[in-house]
């Protein structure tokens, strides 16, 4: 099978096309600058498919590449304690703070070329506009502003709105960290990927890792909706953050497909899925609006 861009998240839809017909193995081609990439996620299977690199046209057996190094995030203890009284979460991200309700991100600190600096807002777009339509205001005044507007609709029980359909993989990671033993987990922290995260309406996965309740070391990775990807890239995290880590992917009923629990079982270190009841995203009834 010859992937396409992007070819490192095709890698899942490949595996899945794959379990459907009768092949003896699997053979995919992608370019030569993400075939690492794709050659290092299919590393973690029993029976890995071969990867093979097209170099101009020139085919060639890829090699795994490198797990990226992630940035670490600056130290800004001041800032911290703005984002923790304003009832934010404080996230490490790559080379970033993040202060989320919920999984979103409503502010960051990050490094600016005099030290570290909080920016408000969701998105890159919102953080400029409010940088404009709120200057007059100081950061705890600019950011309860923000954190309101997002709490009245980023709630359980909420009417759909745009702000709390934006990363909802980043929301159940938040539930899961706060009641550690729906995934069967005794305590959890957030903790990044270790592929750098994509726009807010991506399709993500949000890794927490802590301990089980029988003492072993556990990375849960969260995801929602269709994501067929979530089984390489949750075992590439593994492999990079702890490989003795139990795996857990945490996904509520609806997305625990036959093809991840499928793949996850095929994993050389098998994953186990647990399901998480959707009691916690937005159970409302559209009678009520």
Do not use: K, Y
């Not at 990927?193 to 890792?209: K, N, P, Q, W």
């Not at 492999?239 to 139990?246: C, G, K, V």
């Amino acid at each position: 099978m010859l992937l396409g861009p992007p070819a490192p998240e095709s890698l899942g839809g490949a595996l899945a096309w794959a379990r459907r017909r009768p092949a003896a193995r699997l053979a995919v081609v992608a370019d030569v600058a993400v075939a690492g990439v794709v050659a290092r996620r299919a590393a973690w299977f029993a029976d890995p498919p071969t990867v093979w690199a097209d170099d101009g046209g020139e085919l060639v057996a890829a090699v795994a590449a490198p797990v990226p190094e992630l940035a670490p995030p600056p130290d800004a203890p001041e800032l911290v304690a703005t984002l923790t009284a304003a009832g934010l979460d404080v996230v490490v991200d790559d080379g970033v703070l993040l202060g989320e309700l919920l999984g979103l991100e409503v502010a960051r600190i990050e490094r600016g070329p005099d030290g570290p600096v909080l920016a408000i807002g969701i998105g890159r777009f919102d953080r400029e506009l409010a940088d404009m339509t709120l200057a007059h205001l100081d950061h705890a005044d600019r950011l309860a502003r923000v954190v309101s507007l997002v709490a009245e609709h980023r709630r359980p029980g909420a009417a759909p709105h745009p702000l709390n359909q934006l990363q909802p993989e980043r929301w159940l990671r938040t539930v899961v960290v706060g009641e550690p033993r729906r995934v069967g987990a005794s305590s959890l922290v957030p903790v990044p990927g270790i592929e750098a995260r994509g726009s807010l309406r991506d399709v993500g996965v949000a890794f927490a890792s802590g301990s089980s309740v029988d003492g072993r070391p556990v990375l849960v990775a969260c995801s929602v909706g269709v994501d067929v990807d979530l089984v390489p890239v949750a075992a590439d995290a593994r492999a990079a953050l702890d490989p003795s880590a139990h795996l857990v992917l945490a996904v509520p009923a609806r997305d625990a497909l036959p093809v991840t629990v499928d793949l996850a079982a095929r994993l050389a270190d098998r994953a186990e899925v647990v399901v998480v009841d959707d009691d916690w995203r937005i159970p409302w009834d559209r009678r009520s609006i």
